[in-house]
């Protein structure tokens, strides 16, 4: 048996950003802070995430930067190879399936809500 789950809480570190391809697919990329207290106070984790379909469309139209946000996915590593030294490199990426807007009606005109693709 395998579990392959993370869920995070936190903002949104820029506006998303994202990019429509020919076949109809859309994805969107941003970054989420996510505060983690450790012994020596409160540290900042940041984390790259990748939304698609109709999931993508909704972070890009209700996610802007500073808006908090949970989401659920699970962890993938982008890899590619360094044009200079040839080198594999990799980068941890979270892929998202489900996003719920969260905070006060200040944070946004729009409210919270589960934008899941199920729901739609």
């Not at 993370?6 to 970054?31: E, H, M, N, W």
């Not at 379909?53 to 890899?79: H, M, P, W």
């Not at 905070?103 to 199920?118: L, M, N």
Request: net charge neutral; with cysteine; hydrophobic share 30%.
């Amino acid at each position: 048996m395998s579990i392959n789950v993370v869920t995070l809480i936190g903002r949104v570190g820029g506006d998303p950003s994202l990019t429509y391809f020919d076949s109809g697919k859309v994805v969107c990329k941003l970054t989420l802070a996510v505060n983690r207290r450790t012994r020596d106070g409160e540290h900042t984790d940041w984390f790259n995430l990748e939304l698609w379909g109709k999931t993508a469309e909704i972070a890009g139209n209700y996610v802007t930067k500073g808006r908090q946000i949970a989401v659920k996915g699970s962890l993938k590593f982008d890899r590619w190879s360094d044009r200079n030294s040839g080198t594999t490199r990799s980068s941890p990426v979270i892929q998202v399936d489900q996003l719920d807007l969260l905070g006060s009606k200040r944070d946004s005109e729009g409210g919270g809500g589960d934008f899941s693709p199920e729901n739609f």
